[in-house]
């Protein structure tokens, strides 16, 4: 075509560009209905201007929310390589911190996520299959699930905050434990180990270093720790308690299961403000693309609770 | 200026009305910039209100490409001052116009809005914003109201990072490196908290690329017929996403570690710094590449366009982006070859670090056989793309240097650095930007800039710039360290200081006329013709200029590469035949190219997608 | 044998999308259930040996059978109840991407971390030592043959570039007067040599 600027537009052309922000694509009620858009053609309603067909459009969005996912793996794996890190670092700390947490409520926990994603995948289900009575259904479960598994966290947190179980430097070491602030300043003082240090600024004329207090205190430890091992009950200080870096374990127990938590919210939220557009029939087999989509997130919480609870709770 | 092919007399006898200057066959009809706007009935300040208004709340992948532009370019222009004010006060030694805290906080303000604020997003944002979905033949990105809520989420980091100002600023480079980082004042934390939300931003402009670029190219648009500039922004976008989740737990954790003294990075709690600085650059190392490759993609369409010719070894330079995004993840720690990190690492990553060099070399080569035995024609655009090719060589060579483990334990934390970057950064990325600024500121404004002006200001900076940084590699070699506020140890580097802070004027002056330049033209700058320069990518081909609201009137149909010239201006080849040259005549700006508009019904076909 | 499990009741969506079968469903969770058992039931066994026992049954492959029980989990709520296993393509890609870019994360950081001690014994004292002699012989190399190279790259306070050369030369002058015949020589030689 030789003229390259086209001189006579679609008079209805202008007409429909006015709304093509928040107009006829946005939360169309039921997939079927039709609507002219700015080319003349009949769309369907939930189809956003710019996409050819719905099936680009659902493709997209899918596409969109596994690279939402991919950064959400990133994210998480920040921390799980901080985790092994420290685990290679510190493996018998890591040993003695997770008998502090309750396999128990762990696994039980587990069981919950992988519920609540088995009910959000048949969930999907339903839509494709224009049962919206049971889509519904099955996402207020979800809801329920996740809401089970925080309260379950709660539990866990508050229990853990009575024992002193603190992130990082606010960990509750058992009484006359010097903190690992302390030992890097120098500055700590060793009941029951006067004598050695005493020793050994003789000898060497200059205070042990880091790693010798620190082997001292876990020989000490250790038999601390063998003394109490058969008679382990409510309320009886771990091994953990005597051990200075024990902060770090729970610094990373709590980041990552609090961010873990924070995202168990936002799918709280997400899925029932679903559960609510599909109570009112926004979703059907021709569009569910947000239940879709939602759904993936809530797999990959699952998923990052099931590297979560093994790492933190079994090994 | 070479005008080989008007067969349009340059003034048209033609009549027209007073304001429509525009050459014949180039007259808009739908512009972006005005639709679709308030009705003729809506006057004065409501008029005003509305037009704002709708601005603010566009979907518009153009309008947010030029809000974007905007801001980044207020941003440039903060970092800008704020190197200024380095730069003055390293003129003499001791205090020359403030004092040493004051310096601490003015060079960590300048990494901090030019890396974070400026150029991540920089040519994205803007000039991709603008672009890709017309370069893809797509009405719009994927997502657009995503696309909305990543510049304000930009905006919002923006506030929040210079907020920190008022909370005792910053002072600890822009690298945040603990255990400094987590005693200093708190200003840190506001920073650390800007770049977590910026970085939603980046992920989020990163993900709508991918995404459109996959699902939504128009008919005939395979991946062999995607624009180099497309293909960079795409490498770029796979960066953004996989490393920037990365820098947003960093700041989490230095976040926490300041709030709950968690210990993971701070030795006195038991934690490493070595592992923060990890964490640091295995973002931040491929946010080098993502600074980087947007320029390479521009280049490319310039080197094309001003050359008249095809891009030597298309898929080479398109490969070579993803290779760089790639083996961009494996080289972080050669920031860090004097941190305390093992020396086995240490030789790893210096091993991988030259291996990224074989793709950077690659491009390079590839874009000077682009111009050989081309119709090489310099206009303003192509004047930067040189600068790029000259400078860019400079910086990435410099690179290989203190990527080698040896050289950079003598190297690291000095000058030679300092410049080596500012050649790769700033004679790269920003170089491109003004480059791809100039070319395609006809399409994104509809009017034509001075190109006196326009060589003047590419000459001043180019002159400039040299001026400024080169020296800055004698005095690194000679050991003058970073960040350092005073050098009363080596009183014989004040002349080379001198030296590079009067670079550093005229650099700002030749900046200042580009502004000048841009703005004059926005109010007095000729209508510019639909194809000023005769590019053959879509943009210039398919669409108006300034573009329609919609981008086409109709989806285009693809049937040639992007480089197709003959293909795409078969006008412009009639009008010289029979000279046997290789290469396509330049058009004459001030009348362009008649576009050519191949294009199908909507929705009768769908894009293949891989 | 999962295609064919699943016959009747798989079938595709209006828009020509996967619909997961109920049997895969109940299938896979089955799978994860049994998975959460067991390892919970390894983990218990460890734990009640090493406290008991002292018996560390698994050793150090504790953690990689945690977290290869684990993996088989993911890959199968990601396959079955994410779809993949029916989406593949670009989805497929970007999962696997951001697996493989984690773990070059991890393995690259673990290169430092894990390796912090390997050369510090080796190299602490006998460095020293060689630079010394390097710095001996320098300065040796440096009285003999006087040459460009030894010159420092420092300024001139005359000329304003290059100060330190000045007096470099006037060392080299000293050095020239001290060691005359040898400095003849020396410049005699070089030539040749190249």
Known sequence: MASPAPTTADPNAHEAHGHDGDGHHGDGHHGDVMLRGHDGQLHPANLQHHFISAEQQFESAKLGMWLFLVTEILLFGGMFVAYAIYRSWYPDLFDQASLELDTAWGAFNTLVLLGSSLSVAWAIRAAQMDNRKLLVRLLWLTVMLAGVFMVVKYFEYTHKFEKGIFPGQYFKLAEGTPTIAELTAGTAVLPGFADATAEGAESEAATPSLEETEAAIAEAAGEHGETHAGEKGHGEKGPIFSNPRAGIFFSIYYVMTGIHGLHVIIGIIAISILAVKAQRGRYSSVYYTPVENVGLYWHVVDIIWIFLFPLMYLI | ?610 | MAHAAHGHDEHAGHGGHHVIAKRDLTRTISILVFLTALTVVLGLLERYFAVNHEIEIFGPFSVPIALLIASVKAYFVAAYFMGLKHDGGTNLLAFAGSVVFLVIFLSFTYLDTGFRDTFEERSAVPVDELQRQDLEAAAETERLQPSFDAVPLVNDPDTGLFPAASTAEDAMDDAASATDGQEATAADDTPTEN
């Open chain 2, 1 to 610: 200026m070479a005008t080989l092919t008007p067969t349009q007399p340059r003034t048209s006898t033609v009549p027209r009305k007073k304001r429509s200057a525009y050459p014949e066959g180039h007259e808009p009809v739908h512009n972006f910039l005005r639709e679709p706007g308030p009705g003729p009935e809506v006057t004065g300040f409501k008029r005003f209100r509305a037009i704002a208004w709708e601005w603010m709340t566009t979907v518009d992948h153009k309008r947010i490409g030029l809000m974007y532009l905007v801001s980044v370019s207020a941003a440039f222009a903060l970092g800008g001052i704020l190197a200024l004010l380095v730069r003055l006060e390293l003129m003499t030694q001791g205090e020359t116009v403030m004092g040493p805290d004051a310096y601490n906080q003015v060079f960590t303000l300048h990494g901090i809005v030019m890396v974070f604020l400026f150029i991540v997003p920089s040519i994205p944002a803007s000039l991709g914003n603008f672009l890709l979905p017309i370069m893809v033949g797509a009405k719009d990105v994927a997502f657009p109201k995503l696309n909305l809520a990543s510049f304000y989420i930009y905006g919002i980091g923006a506030i929040v990072a210079v907020a920190g100002l008022f909370f005792g600023g910053v002072d600890t480079g822009w690298t945040f490196y603990t255990p400094y980082s987590k005693s200093t004042v708190d200003g840190v934390l506001f920073m650390g908290l800007g770049v977590f939300i910026m970085g939603f931003s980046s992920i989020l402009t990163g993900l709508n690329f991918i995404v459109t670029i996959h699902k939504m190219r128009a008919p005939g648009m395979t991946w062999n017929r995607l624009p180099l500039f497309l293909w960079s922004i795409y490498a770029t976008s796979i960066v953004q996403v996989l490393a920037t989740p990365v820098i947003g737990i960093t700041m989490l954790l230095l976040f926490l570690e300041r709030v709950l003294q968690i210990g993971i990075f701070d030795p006195a709690l038991g934690g490493d710094p070595v592992l923060f600085q990890h964490f640091f650059w295995f973002y931040s190392h491929p946010a080098v590449y993502i600074m980087i490759l947007p320029a390479f993609g521009v280049i490319s369409e310039l080197m094309g366009t001003f050359s008249r010719q095809r891009v030597y070894g298309y898929r080479a330079v398109a490969l070579s982006s993803v290779a760089i995004a790639l083996l961009g993840f494996l080289v972080w720690g050669h920031h860090m070859f004097t941190s305390g990190q093992s020396p086995v690492s240490s030789v790893i990553f210096s091993l991988i670090t030259f291996l990224i060099g074989i793709p950077s070399g690659i491009k390079i080569f590839n874009w000077i056989w682009t111009m050989y035995k081309g119709s090489v024609w310099l206009q303003t655009p192509m004047l930067y793309a040189l600068t790029f090719l000259f400078l860019f060589t400079i910086g990435g060579v410099t690179g290989i240097m203190v990527g080698a483990l040896a050289a950079d334990i003598h190297l690291h934390d000095t000058y030679f650095v300092v410049a080596h970057f500012h050649y790769v950064m700033m004679g790269g990325t920003v170089m491109a930007m003004l480059g791809g600024l100039h070319y395609w500121w006809p399409k994104m404004t509809g009017k034509l800039y001075s190109e006196r002006w326009g060589k003047i200001s590419a000459l001043l900076v180019f002159l400039g710039f040299n001026m400024t940084f080169f020296i800055q590699f004698i005095m690194g070699s000679q050991g003058m360290p970073r960040r350092y506020y005073d050098y009363p140890d080596m009183p014989w580097l004040e002349p080379l200081h001198q030296a590079s802070t009067m670079g550093s004027w005229v650099l700002g002056v030749g900046l200042m006329i580009v502004l000048i330049n841009g703005i004059h033209s926005l109010f007095r700058g000729k209508p510019a013709p639909g194809n000023p320069w005769g590019g053959a990518t879509l943009e210039w081909t398919a669409t108006t200029t300034p573009p329609d609201h919609h981008n086409f009137k109709r989806t285009p149909l693809v049937t040639h590469g992007p480089y197709d010239y003959n293909a795409a201006l078969p006008h412009l080849r009639e009008q010289v035949s029979g000279d046997g040259a290789a290469a396509v005549p330049v058009p004459d700006i001030a009348v362009g190219v008649p576009q050519n508009e191949p294009s199908i019904e909507d929705g009768t076909r769908q894009p293949d997608s891989l």
